[in-house]
């Protein structure tokens, strides 16, 4: 293909629509027009841009500032700001925080009672096991812990025995003997379905303690 | 306006931060106890779900711990959880229908107990009302519910704590009712009789003729009113525990 540098100055400027003012040499006449046949059937061919692209592009453009809205805002919340706030909104925003957290504080509603003014009563837990190598006291005054109550053998043979202060109330417990047999007390106030296929011995404490059986 | 919103944010996120300080995570406790992280995970939310409803939550804690301590299946534990959670929405509705507005937590976990062995939600609302005061009520329910689990008709162990209130007595006195019952039963008094004596409103005081000779002076310390006996023959602290002898295998 030839360089535009090997056109003359007339074909150039024929070239540039200036026909009147310049042909180009006879030598060069036919392919300059062969040329400027090309380029204007080129031209014809090219779909001239319609309103359309108007819309396109502005829909682009208003795409594209939705898009920056939330990085905008996120540059806002981590770039140092200068806040300045009314008294009375902060006074506001206090009385929320504190509100929410009364809130939840009654929502924690205690389920133990306050039913004595002195709530806790010494208690003595026996039980007679002379096989036994280990026995342990759990219930609901310890959460069912395995390992907090243990019980000491006593001076009669056989019999376990441990001193605990419980609250006053209803309490339910078992005795685990050797670390892996539930047991009730016999001689419990009453017993009660468990919910998982057992018995829990109870006992209700009050204030001036338990009535000896 | 932005600014507002984002100090009412901020105030909203301190505030549950603070709010979840004081909540006990039964989840932490119980992985910390070996359970598996699925049944945590399930307990965790029937406790919150309780907590949104304003219930206690410690009863469920403590219901699931006590599963888990026992070894019971985690199925088992979370039916057990559940159940109990509904039983404590039913407490909650009966406390309220009796005038307690809102029910303190301490009623709501006797009257889910009351419920759970048997009484009616009519039960639960007449001894409310029986009771006048929260206080007076959680004790009522206690013990009207450990003496339907000793085996007194339900009317009876209600009636007990009614009559116990109506006769001037104190909640120590109501308190006292199931140890009473246990010791005239362990005398070998019958319910009928026993439950007669306490609608009598004369629970505590035993004949002669009713007891074993040889043993009618210690049965009379165990069982007289408290005004009745020596200082430091019976009460709480460490000079007289109770020693009801247990006895096993």
């Not at chain 2, 603070?18 to 406790?29: S, T």
């Not at chain 2, 505590?204 to 009745?228: C, I, P, Q, T």
Request: proline residues 7%; hydrophobic residues 40%.
């Amino acid at each position: 293909m030839s360089s535009r540098n090997e056109w003359s100055h007339e074909t150039q400027a024929y070239f540039d629509g200036e026909r009147a003012a310049a042909e180009p040499p006879p030598r060069e006449r036919p392919g300059a027009d062969r040329l400027l046949r090309g380029v204007t059937a080129y031209a014809a061919s090219i779909h001239a841009p319609g309103a359309e692209l108007d819309d396109r592009i502005m829909a682009r453009v208003r795409e594209r500032g939705r898009a920056r809205a939330h990085p905008s805002m996120w540059r806002w919340l981590v770039a140092p700001q200068s806040v300045r706030v009314r008294p009375v909104v902060l006074a506001l925003a206090a009385s929320l925080v504190f509100l929410v957290w009364w809130r939840d504080r009654t929502a924690e509603l205690p389920s133990a009672p306050q039913l004595a003014a002195t709530p806790t009563v010494l208690v003595r837990f026996e039980l007679l096991a002379p096989r036994a190598s280990s026995v342990t006291l759990a219930g609901s005054f310890n959460e069912w812990g395995t390992e907090g109550m243990p019980l000491t053998p006593s001076a009669t043979p056989g019999l376990w025995a441990v001193t605990v202060p419980l609250p006053v109330g209803e309490h339910e417990y078992l005795f685990l003997v050797d670390g892996a047999k539930w047991m009730a007390d016999p001689s419990a106030q009453a017993q009660v379905d468990d919910g998982f296929g057992r018995t829990n011995s109870v006992i209700v404490v009050g204030p001036r303690g338990v009535v000896r059986s | 306006m932005r600014r507002t919103l984002a100090i009412g944010l901020a105030a909203l996120l301190a505030a549950e931060t603070l709010g979840a300080q004081g909540a006990p995570e039964i989840r932490a406790r119980l992985i910390a106890r070996g359970a598996p992280k699925s049944l945590a995970d399930q307990v965790q939310k029937v406790v919150s779900a309780a907590r949104r409803e304003r219930l206690p939550t410690d009863p469920l804690a403590d219901k699931a711990l006590e599963g888990w301590a026992k070894r019971a299946s985690p199925d088992r534990v979370l039916v057990a959880v559940r159940e109990l959670h509904t039983r404590l929405g039913q407490a909650r509705i009966a406390a309220a229908q009796a005038g307690l507005k809102p029910p303190p937590g301490g009623v709501v976990t006797a009257a889910a107990q009351a419920l759970g062995r048997g009484m009616t939600a009519e039960d639960v609302r007449h001894l409310i009302q029986a009771a006048h005061g929260s206080r007076n009520a959680a004790a009522g329910l206690m013990v009207a519910s450990s003496l339907a689990a000793q085996g007194f008709a339900h009317g009876v162990a209600a009636q007990a704590v009614e009559q116990t209130y109506q006769n001037g007595g104190t909640t120590s006195d109501v308190l006292e009712l199931p140890s009473v019952t246990a010791s005239l039963l362990a005398r070998g008094l019958s319910r009928p009789d026993v439950g007669e004596r306490i609608l009598e409103g004369r629970p505590f005081r035993l004949d002669d003729s009713e007891v074993g000779s040889e043993n009618g002076a210690v049965n009379r310390r165990a069982l007289g009113r408290a005004a009745d006996v020596p200082p430091g023959a019976r009460g709480r602290s460490t000079s007289n525990p109770s020693t009801g002898r247990r006895t096993g295998p």
